[in-house]
T-cell receptor
Framework: ETGVTQTPRHLVMGMTNKKSLKCEQHLGHNAMYWYKQSAKKPLELMFVYNFKEQTENNSVPSRFSPECPNSSHLFLHLHTLQPEDSALYLC?????????????FGPGTRLTVL | GENVEQHPSTLSVQEGDSAVIKCTYSDSASNYFPWYKQELGKRPQLIIDIRSNVGEKKDQRIAVTLNKTAKHFSLHITETQPEDSAVYFCAASRDGGSQGNLIFGKGTKLSVKP
């Protein structure tokens, strides 16, 4: 195990629901990331937090709202999602936000939006 | 912004043969190129990376080559084994400190037949 955990592992939600994804890292890292992985598409970076500060928001719709209360925890709050948002959502962490630091991924949350 | 193209999308080889996966990038300022391996149902994991001041890097059966002039880099796996079967992602980034982010290719599904 890489020390990055995600809950829940699977989530099915309706378009009017509100839910949250949780990521926790036990590696003492200072940077955390949210990625979206869809079939036949590249891993898409959504958000980056470095020392609890958001440093990147890759034009992600406002129905996705990240929260990073400390360097060990990262949340992704979801509301009024669309079926095309169904995907695997991966959390990752690295020692710092410098890109030459290896990113350690969590197992992902498989999200299905009905 | 950076754009990473990866080929082929699928690759099937016989056990013991070599496999080569190629990526091209668009941003000449990119200087860091990692490769991640994602086995079926598992999280992506870094297997090798290269920085722009080096033309080649080897680690046992895997090697990565970089041609900065042509803006392409390749992953070479020799003496392939069934456990090499996975999806491989290349990525590129400029090391911009906290602002540098990885841009991933679409992935190559490698199948090694015993």
């Amino acid at each position: 195990e890489t020390g990055v955990t995600q809950t829940p592992r699977h989530l099915v939600m309706g378009m009017t629901n509100k839910k949250s994804l949780k990521c926790e890292q036990h590696l003492g890292h200072n940077a955390m990331y949210w990625y979206k992985q869809s079939a036949k598409k590249p891993l898409e970076l959504m958000f980056v937090y470095n020392f609890k500060e958001q440093t990147e928001n890759n034009s992600v719709p406002s129905r996705f709202s990240p929260e990073c209360p400390n360097s060990s925890h990262l949340f992704l709050h979801l509301h009024t999602l669309q079926p095309e948002d169904s995907a695997l959502y991966l959390c990752a962490s690295s020692l710092s936000g410098a890109t030459y630091n290896e990113q350690f991924f969590g197992p992902g949350t498989r999200l299905t939006v009905l | 912004g950076e754009n990473v193209e990866q080929h082929p999308s699928t690759l099937s080889v016989q056990e013991g043969d070599s496999a080569v996966i190629k990526c091209t990038y668009s941003d000449s300022a990119s200087n860091y190129f990692p490769w991640y391996k994602q086995e079926l149902g598992k999280r992506p994991q870094l297997i090798i990376d290269i920085r722009s001041n080096v033309g080649e890097k080897k680690d046992q059966r895997i090697a990565v080559t970089l041609n900065k002039t042509a803006k392409h880099f390749s992953l070479h796996i020799t003496e392939t084994q069934p456990e090499d079967s996975a999806v491989y992602f290349c990525a590129a980034s400029r090391d911009g400190g906290s602002q540098g982010n990885l841009i991933f290719g679409k992935g190559t599904k490698l199948s090694v037949k015993p």
